[in-house]
């Protein structure tokens, strides 16, 4: 697979020597936040062929079979407080969004914060997570995980996912996971270089992108459910939802349905 994806590669990219790639893991962000533990640089690239205990946000699982997917994680390492990094995720995502189009000709869509969605269906998604130094409040490293669904076909998804997930070749396009992977690298490369510096313009292509705005959405918090519409996102990325009771608030966390999607009514 490394070899599918260094040839997308130019032959001086910067993170070309820190890719790492494996058969097989339990999750690839586990391995890159090992390996960022251990002192890997900013660029690292964590990549497998299947997942066994992929990992979703909320605790959630990811399924992640072999071959049918782009697994990936890499290492980030902004020297910056963790309030700082409240837009990565959404970076990453129209990273993302940008080589899936570059790669597969077709832009999907984004279910705030941190899914990708083609016809109302989920077609991957990101897991984001930090470290800070206890002593200096600084991130240590921040680990982004994407995960996305190239050549499952509805059978390949488990029974309960399988309204609720698309893949690529459903959609119409044929597309191995290696070279996605190339394009995802120089994405999320580019994405880093420009992670604080074109903060706003990256902010405004994700709102534009993001299909939650204008929508009707139900937020879960434990047992708690409150109905809204999503308005507009605030320049973190944080959702700003009016809720039934007249209250408009603003969601940085916790879980946003959005009716119509993922079997909402
Ligand atoms: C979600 O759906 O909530 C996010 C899914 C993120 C899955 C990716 S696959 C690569 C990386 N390794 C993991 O264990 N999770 C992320």
């Known amino acids: 697979m490394k070899q599918d994806i260094l040839s997308v590669l130019p032959g001086d990219h910067p993170w070309q020597n820190c890719i790492y790639d494996y058969d097989s893991l339990p999750s690839t962000n586990t391995t890159a936040k090992e390996l960022a533990a251990k002192g890997a640089p900013e660029g690292t690239v964590v990549i497998a062929g299947a997942q066994t205990a992929g990992r979703g946000r909320l605790g959630r699982s990811f399924h992640a079979p072999e071959g049918l997917g782009v697994y990936l994680s890499a290492v980030l390492r902004p020297n910056c407080k963790p309030q700082e990094l409240m ?10 969004c940008d080589a899936v189009e570059q790669a597969a000709h077709l832009r999907p869509q984004i279910k705030w914060t941190n899914d990708f969605v083609v016809g109302s269906k989920k077609l991957g998604g990101i897991l984001t997570e930090l470290s800070v130094d206890s002593t200096t409040g600084l991130v240590q490293w921040a680990i982004v995980g994407i995960g996305l669904n190239c050549c499952h076909q509805k059978e390949d998804f488990p029974a309960q996912l399988q309204d609720m997930a698309t893949s690529l070749a459903m959609c119409g396009v044929q597309l191995s996971p290696a070279p996605l992977a190339g394009h995802m690298i120089l994405a999320l490369h580019r994405m880093r270089s420009g992670l604080f510096s074109q903060k706003q313009t990256i902010m405004d292509r994700y709102k534009a992108d993001c299909m939650t705005l204008g929508q009707q959405v139900v937020l879960l918090r434990g047992d708690e459910r409150r109905y809204g519409t999503a308005l507009d996102l605030t320049d973190d990325g944080s959702l700003i939802v009016r809720f039934q009771d007249g209250k408009t608030e603003t969601v940085s966390s916790g879980e946003i349905s959005v009716r119509g999607l993922y079997g909402y009514v």
């Open 87 to 96: 837009h990565l995720t959404c970076c990453v995502a129209e990273a993302v």
